[in-house]
């Protein structure tokens, strides 16, 4: 029997993106009449037990209770800095010498790893303390630890929001591939989600993804209650690896093209 | 590391001991040295008879024209296997071994005719197996005279010389070969480093810049596998899947085509291929899934104001209550312990639950693929992208890209296909004059193989991806068509697509703001023949 012949792509009465849109219509009307909702939706009103007002270095603790491989790896992070930026990290209860630029440094989870902040563009003199403080790990194929660090970004907006007197809190999570905006992603800018003060940003954080690190920045002073952290914040465990990498800075304004107002938050705030 | 040598090396030697049977081939299960060379030769000539015998039952190839004016070709097709054929077994001296096993001896290398024309008929050629097909052959260490070093001849690594300080009692199993356990003490070294150099040759990094690891770090990522393969119960490998984006397959509902050709259930990141058959039916192969590490992160931030000070006004006159001693002490903690990593292996996952299926046909012959720009890249240099066959020894590079590929074979038996059923492999068998003959009733399949040039990749980074498609049927096929829908984080590179068929290319957005790639190969594809076809994408 003679195969029909075979139409031009396109030209069919229904094209694949023409079902693929009918077939996801037709989804999202069934969840609506069946009373379903998305599984970011289902979160809306759920208890978390972690937010951002917590000690810094409490999630992280409730994590390494929880199980799983995450107590004693040491994951990389790669702190990146606006051009002329210098940060120092807490080692044996003293802060290291300034380091110029980027830095790339392998930390726990479970603790709060306090760094010192100096060359602030156009503050010159001030210095700022954040903390960095991990809620989850990677999972690399072997080898590939390095190549894929956890990105923290210090824009200067916000350093100098921190030295104006706020405090900026700042999640840096795991995108969702599902959710995974398409735009073409940058290694000298972050994209970020502004939220309201009433708003919790490690809940936000986690409906978008997987919340990866909590960067607070406002403290101005080098000195600490440690009764205000959680123990081991003084002089944690660090993993700075001996060799020269070359990091993206943070250009001094933010992508002028990249206009996030098109891609707002996939749910009411 | 001395005390974490034992426990690996006990685990290294059962898995490879558990291993060894399939490495020898139909006589493997057999213990006995001797009897595994036989049971090779065996297996080696039950091959070469079903080759012989394809070849006579194979059926003719179409041209373009021919299609649909050919009747169907014969119903059914007979394989057979006789277990008296004559062995063949290469008379190569067993070097001295005090323990009586055998050398595996090493087949002639068939050597293709060289080619550049892919549509010339193709040419017959035995397919023995080649010392690539067999990398996992373990050859015994050759004992010298008392007094002397022993020399491990261990495979593709040059060997190294070992010092020798007891008599030798029987070799044991390393993850690169065998080696006298007396020289073990003295060998530490070498087994760290052939430890570590085997490590970085499964996970793909070997020659590349070293990178200081963390003490702690190196345990976890020992293994092929993330994380040694350990990962929660109940979840599928890779994991955990939001650090992945995959591409091919066929998830959610079943992909079909319509009478009309609309094509339903295609969903992001599908791969699938259809195809008419001679009764005018459509039917949907679904290609592997291809996982790329390619994690993305973003951000929420969060302002506010910062209270220097807080007051508060506290009741008057409430009286104290009187507080157990001692209930008020804080303090804090000074020092904290640093967990520990278990210096220990989770397991390691091996391919073996790699489902394969061969097609009861001719065996091609490697060429080089006429109208392609370039060569074969190094990521889809395999057997079965040439000729679409596939070894043995390709199944460990091959299931890092490839997650499930349908296909069966057993280079060492009959090749035998029954529809959905567990195909019989006849091992051993002594009985004279035996024939068992599958029937089959002319059934059309293609199978699509997707690879990625990649395992790994940053956002910004490119892609290669290759999909290879096989008539492995016994029907002439007709307008073949390979769709591809790519998923959110993969853009597509305008011109990148080929094909090594002349075939019609289109593109369309899809719903995930990427696209929809679609190739019509214009010729029917014929019996046991196939095709490429590649495109490039970016990593957004």
């Keep these: ?269 | 590391m001395k005390r974490f040598l034992p426990f690996v090396f006990e685990r290294r030697m059962a898995s490879a001991l558990r291993r060894r049977p399939t490495w020898s081939g139909i006589g493997a299960s057999c213990a006995a040295g001797a009897f595994a060379l036989a049971g090779c030769s065996l297996g080696e000539s039950s091959r070469t008879t079903t080759i012989g015998s394809m070849a006579e039952a194979a059926p003719p190839s179409l041209s373009a024209e021919e299609f649909g004016s050919t009747p169907s070709p014969a119903p059914s097709v007979a394989s057979q296997q006789t277990a008296t054929g004559a062995p063949v077994a290469t008379d190569i001296p067993a070097p001295p071994f005090p323990t009586g096993k055998t050398n595996v001896a090493k087949q002639p290398v068939p050597v293709a005719p060289p080619t550049n024309d892919f549509s010339v008929a193709p040419v017959m050629t035995e397919a023995a197996p080649t010392p690539a097909t067999q990398p996992n052959t373990i050859q015994p260490v050759q004992h010298l005279e008392s007094g002397e070093a022993p020399v491990a001849v261990i495979g593709e690594p040059p060997a190294l010389p070992l010092t020798h300080s007891a008599d030798h009692g029987p070799p044991i199993m390393t993850p690169w070969g065998e080696v006298c356990p007396h020289c073990q003490p003295v060998t530490a070294a070498i087994w760290k480093r052939k430890a570590e150099e085997a490590a970085a040759a499964r996970n793909g990094f070997a020659g590349g810049p070293h990178v200081p690891q963390p003490p702690s770090m190196a345990p976890y990522t020992a293994g092929p596998q993330p994380y040694a393969g350990w990962r929660p119960d109940g979840l599928p490998a890779p994991w955990p899947l939001d650090e992945w984006i995959f591409d091919g397959g066929d998830a959610n509902l079943p992909t079909v085509v319509d009478p009309d050709w609309v094509v339903r259930g295609l969903d992001i990141e599908d791969a699938v291929g259809h195809f008419d058959t001679l009764d005018g039916e459509t039917v949907v192969s679904p290609s592997n899934r291809v996982a790329i590490y390619a994690p993305r992160f973003a951000a929420v931030r969060q302002t506010r104001g910062v209270v220097a000070s807080a007051g508060r006004d506290y009741l008057a006159g409430m009286i104290d209550a009187s507080r157990i001693h001692g209930q008020d002490v804080h303090a804090p903690v000074t020092t904290a312990l640093q967990p520990i990593q278990p210096q220990t292996e989770l397991g390691q996952r091996n391919p073996i639950s790699l489902l394969e299926r061969q097609a009861i046909r001719r065996l091609d012959g490697a060429r080089v693929l006429a109208r392609f720009v370039d060569t074969l890249q190094l990521y889809e240099d395999f057997h079965l992208t040439r000729t679409g066959e596939f070894l043995q020894g390709e199944k460990p590079r091959l299931a890092k890209s490839m997650d499930a590929a349908m296909t069966w074979t057993d280079l060492k038996a009959v090749q035998v296909i029954v529809d959905e059923d567990v195909p019989l492999v006849e091992k051993n068998a002594v009985k004279p004059d035996e024939a068992r003959i599958y029937e089959r009733q002319g059934v059309p399949c293609i199978r699509v193989v997707k690879m990625a040039s990649k395992g790994a990749a940053l956002p910004g980074e490119e892609i290669e991806f290759t999909l290879r498609y096989d008539n492995i049927g016994e029907q002439l096929v007709g307008n073949v068509t390979i769709l591809d829908n790519l998923t959110t984080r993969l853009e597509y590179i305008e011109g990148t697509a080929q094909s090594s068929r002349e075939a019609e290319f289109f593109v369309e957005e899809n719903e995930a703001r990427s696209l929809v790639l679609r190739w019509e190969i214009v010729d029917p594809l014929p019996v046991g023949q196939g095709g490429i076809v590649r495109f490039r994408a970016r990593v957004r």
């Excluded at chain 1, 923290?152 to 104006?164: F, G, K, P, Y």
């Excluded at chain 1, 999570?173 to 073409?184: F, G, I, K, M, S």
């Excluded at chain 1, 972050?190 to 809940?203: S, V």
């Design chain 1, 1 to 269: 029997m003679t195969p029909k012949p075979r139409p031009p792509f396109g030209t069919t009465p229904r094209s694949v993106a023409a079902s693929l849109r009918t077939a996801a219509h037709a989804a999202l009307a069934a969840a609506l009449l069946c009373g379903a909702a998305t599984p970011a939706l289902a979160q809306v009103g759920a208890h978390y037990l972690h937010d951002t007002e917590m000690q810094p270095g409490a999630i992280g603790r409730e994590q390494l209770a929880r199980g799983g491989p995450m107590a004693g790896y040491w994951q990389p992070v790669e702190i990146v800095l606006p051009d002329g930026g210098a940060v120092s990290f807490e080692v044996e209860g003293q802060f290291s010498p300034p380091q110029e630029g980027s830095a790339e440094v392998a930390l726990q989870i479970g603790y709060a790893y306090r760094m010192r902040v100096t060359g602030i563009p156009l503050r010159p003199g001030e210095e700022l303390y954040p903390t960095i403080e991990l809620t989850s790990r990677l999972y690399p194929p072997a080898g590939q630890e390095w190549k894929f660090p956890v990105p923290v970004h210090l824009t200067v907006e916000e350093l100098q929001l921190a030295l104006q007197g706020n405090f900026v809190t700042r999640v840096v999570y795991l995108e969702d591939p599902n959710q995974a905006l398409p735009v073409q992603d940058r290694p000298d800018f972050q994209r970020y989600f502004e939220i309201a003060p009433t708003q919790e940003p490690l809940e936000t954080a986690d409906r978008l993804g997987r919340p990866m690190a909590v960067l607070r920045i406002g403290s101005r002073m080098p000195q600490v209650d440690p009764r205000a952290l959680m123990p081991g914040v003084l002089s944690p465990p660090i993993w700075m690896p001996p060799r020269e990498v070359t990091h993206p800075t943070v250009p001094q304004t933010a992508d002028p093209n990249l206009d996030l107002r098109r891609y707002p938050l996939p749910f009411a705030p």
